[in-house]
């Protein structure tokens, strides 16, 4: 198996974990959008955010998250997801400060998903796993 190869399914697999973690965020909108309001209120400040905005962001994020798991719009899409993770991250900076409280400790492993969304994006044109990839490999063999 080639080096390309390789890094091509190691990039995969750190597309669809990613994907999966960032889908459960999503589903959480849908299933319980008061929780999700509850999260914009305590991280990021923002409060008063009805069910209805929660399922029209939940809608966004889901569209966003499929153009990431196939591949599409690779850096828009990575990007962002990028930058979504990088922001939930950085707004649990009092977590990291108490990480023995409660189930603070939790909050670290966004550490290596924001490494992982930092090297999809990175490496993005080598990830050919993808519906773009696919399609760049068929030019270039025709």
Same mark, same amino acid.
């Given at each position: 198996?080639?080096? @390309? !190869?390789?890094?091509?399914?190691? $990039?995969l ?5 990613v ?6 965020? !999503? ?5 319980? /959008?008061?929780? =999700?309001?509850?999260?914009? @209120?305590?991280? #990021? =400040?923002? &409060?008063?955010?009805? +069910? ?5 962001? &939940? ?11 196939? &591949? ?5 899409? #990575? ?9 939930? !991250? ?8 108490? /990480? ?15 490494? +992982?969304?930092?090297? $999809? ?11 773009? &990839?696919r399609?760049?490999?068929?030019? +270039?063999? =025709?």
């Amino acid at each position: 198996m080639s080096q @390309q !190869t390789r890094l091509s399914w190691v $990039l995969l697999a750190l597309r669809l974990t990613v994907f999966a973690v960032m889908m459960m965020w !999503t589903i959480d909108k849908f299933v319980r /959008p008061e929780h =999700a309001a509850g999260i914009f @209120q305590h991280f #990021y =400040a923002i &409060g008063g955010i009805g +069910a209805t905005v929660v399922h029209v962001l &939940g809608v966004l994020e889901l569209a966003l998250l499929t153009a990431f798991v196939v &591949g599409f719009a690779r850096r828009w899409s #990575y990007g962002l997801v990028l930058l979504l993770h990088a922001v939930s !991250t950085l707004s649990s900076w009092r977590q990291y400060l108490q /990480p023995f409280e409660g189930a603070n400790i939790l909050f670290f492993a966004a550490w290596p998903m924001l490494a +992982a969304c930092l090297a $999809l994006y990175s490496l993005r044109d080598a990830d050919t796993l993808t519906v773009e &990839g696919r399609q760049q490999t068929s030019r +270039a063999q =025709a």
